[in-house]
């Protein structure tokens, strides 16, 4: 098809939402490890786990069968007014970029948490109320999880106490003010109102927090209230499997013009986007029925694909999470407070790591001022303001179509855009006044965090 017929947005209808996620694990050889006890290293069994998460959630989180799940009806009508989201040929950016590369981005961010986290959100809280739950407790680092839970959370009437990272908090009283208006309560973290963050507080005075630490604090006040259940917005298998709405949407709308993607691009914090946004092209390509690139963009402050172990790890600061096997910096790590706020988890999704050790994911790095420069070249021709997060698959996006330029080959490249900056000005200011620094963890300070993994047979 000729490229001129392509719209510079691409549409899909209502009707053509997907009616299913799809489950990527049942095309996976190896599949991702289970999740272990803390204190007794044997696998996770679904009755431990319900006293964590609500009971559908964990059946999605050890099903690595099920090919496909439908969505529930209540979820596709709350889906509908902000989906499908748009896929964007960016071609305001390949004119600027002068290449010959088609670039096509998948923009997730139309909505009020500003990100992709509410395609998750609204399914765990859809599960907590079929339960009978009162409410969920959860962590939130820049915030966008935890607003688009608190969202989630006010449209089925559930109670939503969300641990935000101390530095964001700081950083971001708007976000709180969000959240605080869907109805949820925000607590900053590490707090005195948990035992494990009075203990955090005491081991490290003035700690600025950490998503690791704000997840043990909500697994301990979910425990200690009776109708609660935690809910977590990134890493675990459910989550990837509720994202995969964004990869459906998106090669749903690419094979409606005979688009096929050379190779596809998402940051990389937790992994839920990019896992969401691979999952049905990594499935083609797993059952060898195409080929692909995958690409993972990480902050050069927390690489754990590029720089960790592929061990099993606590998910949580407190040690009171399951233990999973993934890609992890070790759960001691605290990042320096940068601004790729959501992109400071010490872990990556088994799904990922798994695929990542089996060779058919690659991943890199990005320091954070080369993002700052990509995001405001980007902002400055294709009109939306990104998050810092997404900006990271900005940059390696405009590095593959500048190589293109050079080799002359019209790849065609997508990308995950998956939120807006409105509430990350603070770095975006940093960035223009030239205060921004990058931040890159040594060998050593890894190391020493390695040493503290848990010991597993
Ligand atoms: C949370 C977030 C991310 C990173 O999380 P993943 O689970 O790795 O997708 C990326 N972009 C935005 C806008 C986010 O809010």
Known sequence: M????????????????????????????HKPAPLLHPVTHQA????????????????????????????????????KMYRPSPLVRAYCLEKKLQTPAKIYYKFEGNNT????????????AYYAKQQGLVGVTT?????????????????FGLDCRVFMVKVSYEQKPFRREVMRTYGASVT????????????????????????????????ETAAAHPGYRYVLGSVLNQVLLHQSVI??????????????????????????????????????KLRGEADYRFLAVEPASCPSLTRGVFAYDFADTGMVCPLAKMYTLGSDFIPAP???????????????????????????????????????????????LPAPESSHAICAAMDEALRCRETGEEKTILFGLTGTGYFDLVAYQKFHDGEMTDYVPSDEELAASFAKLPKVE
């Open 188 to 219: 900053p973290s590490p707090s005195e109102s948990t035992r494990v963050g009075r203990s955090i507080l005491a081991a490290h005075p003035g700690t600025t927090g950490s998503l690791g630490c704000a997840i043990s604090e909500a697994v």
């Open 338 to 384: 940068n601004h790729a706020g959501g992109l400071r988890y010490h872990g990556m999704s088994p799904i990922l790591s798994q695929l990542y050790d089996d060779g058919y994911l690659e991943a890199v790095t990005v320091p954070q001022t080369r993002v700052f420069e990509a995001a405001e070249q980007f902002a400055r021709v294709e009109g939306i």
């Open 44 to 79: 996770m069994t679904a009755q431990e786990l319900s006293a964590v998460f609500c009971d559908e959630l964990v059946r999605q989180e050890l099903d690595n069968d099920t090919r496909e799940y439908p969505i529930p009806q209540e979820i596709r009508d709350f889906y």
């Open 113 to 124: 948490s500003g990100s992709h986290k509410l395609n998750s959100a609204i399914a765990q």
């Open 139 to 155: 962590e939130t680092g820049a915030g966008q999880w935890g607003t688009a839970l608190s969202m989630a959370c006010a449209y």
């Open 2 to 29: 000729s490229d001129k017929k392509i719209p510079y947005k691409i549409y899909l209808a209502e009707s053509e939402m997907p009616e299913t996620w799809y489950n990527l694990r049942a095309d996976m050889v």
């Open 247 to 284: 990869g459906l949407e998106a090669k749903a709308a690419m094979d409606k013009y005979g688009i096929k993607p050379d190779v596809i691009i998402g940051c990389a914090g937790g992994g839920s986007n990019l896992g969401g946004l691979i999952a049905p092209f990594m499935g083609e």
